[in-house]
T-cell receptor, first 117, second 111 residues
């Protein structure tokens, strides 16, 4: 399994500001994934963070709104830019298991609960 | 597009009961199916992973089955405990980055 740490665990922000969420993994991983979970909803994939290249965004998500950094194989950040109340969600970082054999099992961080006023 | 449905949306049972949570998916071309547990306001904890070639997986009081041809999976919880209270999510992997989540079943185990 992989141990994933996210910061902050929660925050309350003002409309129009930006917040950067950090994700640290205890082992090197090729791909890291960022998900959003809006209140009462299931998870939606925002983007895949690739080390050494630009992130790959899913339909409906753009780099200007959700810029992602991936400086090395154990760390990534997601920024939520120019926030509005509709951005209030739990943001989750995820990685595929690093132990052999690679079963494709996904592991998640504790999430970052964001409230925009 | 793959659609994942979980029924029921919410379930309350007295402590000690055995229970079954259901997950259905529309496209049987999957790589694997994973069950997660989510406590309120928290992240996801992986419970069981079933590869497309497998029929079931067991971990402690949990047993997950997979019937790919009919597009169904069940999560069986034996001898439920109040600590099992959480939302249970199933997710189907249809490709390298394509993981489709259900909306979850919120389980309450009453002491």
């Amino acid at each position: 399994s992989a141990v994933i740490s996210q910061k902050p665990s929660r925050d309350i922000c003002q409309r129009g500001t930006s917040l950067t969420i950090q994700c640290q993994v205890d082992s090197q991983v090729t791909m890291m994934f960022w998900y959003r979970q809006q209140p009462g909803q299931s998870l939606t994939l925002i983007a895949t963070a690739n080390q050494g290249s630009e992130a790959t965004y899913e339909s409906g998500f753009v780099i200007d709104k959700f810029p992602i950094s991936r400086p090395n194989l154990t760390f990534s950040t997601l920024t939520v830019s120019n926030m509005s109340p509709e951005d209030s969600s739990i943001y989750l970082c995820s990685v595929a298991g690093t132990s052999a054999p690679n079963t494709g099992e996904l592991f998640f961080g504790e999430g970052s609960r964001l409230t925009v006023l | 597009k793959q659609e994942v449905t979980q029924i029921p949306a919410a379930l309350s049972v007295p402590e000690g009961e055995n229970l079954v949570l259901n997950c259905s998916f529309t496209d049987s071309a999957i790589y694997n199916l994973q069950w997660f547990r989510q406590d309120p306001g928290k992240g996801l904890t992986s419970l069981l992973l079933i590869q497309s070639s497998q029929r079931e997986q067991t971990s402690g009081r949990l047993n997950a089955s997979l019937d790919k041809s009919s597009g169904r999976s069940t999560l069986y919880i034996a001898a439920s405990q109040p600590g099992d209270s959480a939302t249970y999510l199933c997710a189907v992997r249809a490709g390298a980055n394509n993981l489709f989540f259900g909306t979850g079943t919120r389980l309450t185990v009453i002491p």
